[in-house]
DNA sequence: TAGGTGACGGTCC
DNA sequence: AGGACCGCCACCT
């Protein structure tokens, strides 16, 4: 299996698109997602690589484990996913209701 | 080849 | 509810 960073850069925003909006995904669910094709990946290098490439995509749909928001955009993300629909738990989303992954339902927790 | 770095994740207080 | 700590891992220098 011949592996490429670039590639998995390109798998992670392809799968950060497929997010419907009002629903989000974690770092280490997108990860988890792709290492089913991918024999390299974490949490870690997700969010490394929205950090430098996560400006084209709905990157307001991806958040920590925790529900918490990307450091230095917290009141962008709140403000766009809120826009979306997604009810805030204090500063966090609430994952039980919102949390996403393929395959699943587009609709939300509701 | 070795060391530093970070949009993480879970635990402990 | 909020903050501090450690473990993890691939990428970059």
Do not use: K
Request: hydrophobic fraction near 40%; charged fraction near 20%.
């Amino acid at each position: 299996m011949v592996y490429d960073p670039q590639e998995y850069v390109e798998a992670v925003l392809a799968l950060v698109e497929s997010i419907p909006p009002g629903r989000v995904m974690s770092y280490g669910a997108i990860a988890d997602a792709l290492h089913d094709r991918f024999e390299r990946g974490s949490a870690r290098r997700v969010g490394t690589i929205m950090a430098q490439w996560g400006g084209g995509v709905p990157w307001h749909r991806v958040v920590s484990g925790g529900g918490r928001l990307p450091p230095g955009h917290e009141l962008r993300a709140r403000a766009l996913l809120a826009a979306e629909g997604v009810v805030f738990r204090g500063s966090r989303v609430r994952m039980a209701e919102y949390a996403w992954h393929p395959g699943d339902t587009d609709a939300g927790g509701g």
